[in-house]
């Protein structure tokens, strides 16, 4: 399963921004963005999420909840 996490370079040391439960030797593929990059794969994934989220056909399970 592949997994996405968020993460900063503090000293030359890769640190997730997030705790993450990784069995020791785990290995990783590290992907390295400008901040130009992050940005737009920020923006980017927002609108997806909105899509997805932020619909009228979704209502129903809003109104389905309150009853």
Known sequence: M????WATVKQGKIEPLEPID????TK???TLLSED???FW?????ISLNAVWDN?????YGELLEK
């Open 37 to 39: 990059e992050h940005q």
């Open 28 to 30: 990783v593929i590290v």
């Open 2 to 5: 592949l997994q996405t996490i």
């Open 56 to 60: 009228v056909e979704d209502d129903i």
């Open 22 to 25: 990784l069995p020791e030797g």
């Open 42 to 46: 920020r923006d980017s994934s927002q």
